[in-house]
């Protein structure tokens, strides 16, 4: 505790342990991207499942080098060549085709010159018996082992387990996702604003546009006025979901409802306040199975807050192994004042390869947000970073 706040640290541990498990299905695979697989993933084929040619040409003995062959027949993928190969005889193959029985390489049909049935090598030939031929088996076997439970499911890995014999994968499912903005002062974005005292609602397509780069089923309802009813009604319509995430209301003032909304549709709070800035009047609360989040209202607050919170929550719902920003560590262009007892989240910019402050650090100043490359994190009660000393950031720009 620090000042009646909790530490970060501790909130994210605090909110991540409110994750029930939540019980495995079944997707088509095109349906699975970004999701984890909820049992190992076991072959139920051998790929290959006989010897294929690699290229396009013909399948000989390796004893019969360096020919000439009398051509007996056909193997294209997907239609073997039923015969077997004799002394002196050849099939047309290509890439794909099972090899035909006795046959053990392939010569690839720019090393040879066909007349009709003739067959005659006019290049090197194959370097070896078994030459250009995908043994049975050789990517991997029936029964083999190709996953484990937890791992993040990918074009690659889809692809892998095609091949493998499944269409279907087990899989932890999507989380889904409320977003409700509150506030009466709010418009939704590119519409016309009544009057001064209106803004236009930049967080809840901020939320839904950082949720994107995670799979998850998101709702985003109508703008929610300051109205305590509205406000519980509409948590209560989203109970099914598994986190409500709320921007506004969170603060002490007379219009700040989050918490009394809550509990007028028998939610309850877990904690509510973190040692940090900006996103001091972070809540974290329950309505029968949904975990809800409440967010500051300031924009910069919103986004600090969903980023070292939020998706965090929702990257243990998906079981993925690692949940926190990377935290990395770079030299101090300029001097970060000493800190007081809010751990800080300092909007910085690369500059010759050291991170200063961008001027505008208030919580609400969208457009040094926008120019930050990173957060610089400092430490509650840190004294002040000198230019050359070492500072903690997380980047927010890929590459930064
Ligand atoms: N007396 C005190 N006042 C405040 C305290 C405090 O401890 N004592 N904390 C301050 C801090 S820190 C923050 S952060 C804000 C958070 O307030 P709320 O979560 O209650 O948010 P609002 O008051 O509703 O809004 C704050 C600010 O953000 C704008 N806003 C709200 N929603 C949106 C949205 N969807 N898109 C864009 N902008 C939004 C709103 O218009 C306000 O300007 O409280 C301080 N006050
Ligand atoms: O700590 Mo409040 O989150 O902006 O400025």
């Known amino acids: 505790m620090a000042g009646g706040l909790i530490a970060l640290d501790e909130a994210r541990d605090r909110l991540l342990a409110l994750a029930d498990p939540r019980p495995a299905i079944s997707l088509p695979l095109v349906e699975t991207t970004g999701l984890t697989l909820a049992e190992p993933l076991v072959s139920l084929r051998s790929q290959p499942a006989a010897d294929l040619s690699a290229m396009d040409g013909y399948a000989v003995r390796g004893a019969d080098l360096p020919g000439p062959w009398r051509v007996i027949g056909e193997s294209a993928a997907g239609r073997p060549f039923a015969g077997a190969i004799g002394p002196g005889e050849a099939a047309r193959i290509s890439t794909g085709a099972t090899v035909p029985a006795g046959a053990d390489c392939v010569v690839v049909q720019e090393d040879v010159a066909r007349d009709g049935e003739r067959l005659t090598l006019t290049g090197d030939g194959p370097a070896a018996p078994g030459a250009h031929i995908r043994r049975a088996g050789h990517d991997f076997a029936h029964g083999a082992l190709l996953a484990e439970a937890g791992a993040v499911i990918d074009a690659r890995l889809i692809a892998l387990a095609a091949m493998a014999g499944h269409g279907n994968l087990r899989v932890l499912p999507r989380p889904r996702i409320a977003i409700l903005s509150t506030g009466d002062e709010l418009v939704p974005p590119g519409e016309a604003l009544p009057s001064p005292a209106h803004i236009p609602a930049s967080n809840g397509v901020m939320l839904a546009s950082l949720l994107s780069a995670l799979p998850c089923d998101l709702a985003v309802p109508p703008l929610l006025p300051d109205d305590r009813a509205t406000i519980a009604a509409a948590l209560d319509a989203h109970r099914q979901a598994d986190v409500i995430v709320t921007t506004g209301g969170a603060s002490v003032g007379d219009h700040d409802l989050i918490q009394p909304a809550l ?61 926190a920003p990377i935290i990395s560590q770079a030299i101090a262009g300029e001097t970060f004042p000493a800190n007081g007892l809010r751990q800080d989240f300092v909007r910085a910019r690369w500059q010759d390869g050291r991170l200063v402050r961008l001027g505008n650090q208030d919580s609400g100043a969208l457009l040094a947000l926008h120019q930050a490359d990173a957060l610089v994190v400092r430490p509650i009660s840190a004294s002040a970073a000198e230019p050359g000393d070492p500072v903690d950031y997380i980047a927010l720009r890929q590459g930064s």
Do not use: H, Q
């Open 263 to 323: 509990a007028d549709c028998g939610g309850t709070v877990d904690f509510w306040r973190i040692a940090m800035r900006p996103g001091k009047p972070v809540m974290v609360g329950r309505l029968g199975e949904a975990i809800v989040l409440g967010l500051p209202g300031n924009p910069v607050s919103a986004y600090v807050t969903a980023t070292l919170l939020l998706l965090p929550l929702v990257r243990r719902m998906l079981g993925y192994p690692s949940l």
